[in-house]
């Protein structure tokens, strides 16, 4: 489903078993060394997802090799398979990959958790944003690129789900308002929500 120009929804993209592995893989990289953070913000205040990166580090508002806010320790690689999950997950979108996929950032959302709006601009490729959800379903606001208020969509990602990210939705702000607290596929054995975008970092 095209949710605007560019922004493509497809439900359960990923199979039970997909959702599984992937899931194990995420819960390796949470591990330390430079494992899952909390993300302060330059106000001073402290995102309410927890994150992990691959790749490269993201950190308020900018990349670098090392966990610079965290424990210092380099960024974890960045594995060759998941480069070809987001080339098949572009492809799936209909877009022809700008370049190869090198970066992950994965957020870890509890019951209580959400993403305020924002844009993704850190990244100096145009390339599709690939993102996908395991675990609890969200409310996932999708708005405009003007502003970080209306008019927006609201639209409800679930475990499995894709959703990517080109063209003239690239730029647009966005943002999770909510998660719904046990409503996980059970056989997952996953309580809350993670979310995996990839990226192509120009760079
Ligand atoms: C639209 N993540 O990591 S996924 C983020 O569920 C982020 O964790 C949210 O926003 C999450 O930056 C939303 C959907 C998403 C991801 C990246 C985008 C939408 C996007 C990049 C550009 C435009
Ligand atoms: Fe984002």
């Known amino acids: 489903t095209e949710i605007a120009p560019g922004a493509m929804h497809v439900p359960d993209w990923l199979d039970a078993a997909r959702q599984r592995e992937l899931l194990g893989a995420c819960r390796d990289w949470a591990r330390p060394p430079a494992g899952l953070r909390t993300v302060r913000t330059p106000g001073g205040g402290t995102m309410t997802a927890r994150q992990v990166c691959l790749g490269r580090h993201w950190y308020p508002y900018g990349y670098a090799n090392t966990v610079v806010d965290g424990d210092g320790s380099p960024v974890k690689p960045f594995p060759e398979w998941l480069g070809e999950l987001g080339r098949q997950a572009a492809g799936t979108a209909a877009y022809e990959c700008a370049g190869d996929y090198d970066i992950a950032l994965v957020n870890f959302y ?34 405009n690129t003007a502003t970080r208020t209306r008019p927006y969509t609201d639209v409800e990602l679930r475990s499995g789900d894709l959703f990517v990210f080109g063209g003239a939705s690239r730029l647009a702000y966005h943002g999770v308002s909510r998660v719904y607290a046990g409503t996980a596929p059970p056989e997952l054995g996953l309580t809350g929500r993670l979310n995996i975008t990839l990226r192509v970092s120009g760079f």
Request: aromatic content about 6%; charged content about 30%; some cysteine.
């Open 110 to 143: 509890d019951a209580d958790a959400r993403m305020g709006m924002h844009r993704d601009s850190d990244e100096k490729s145009a390339a599709p944003v690939v993102s996908l959800s395991l675990g609890d379903t969200c409310v996932f606001r999708f708005g």
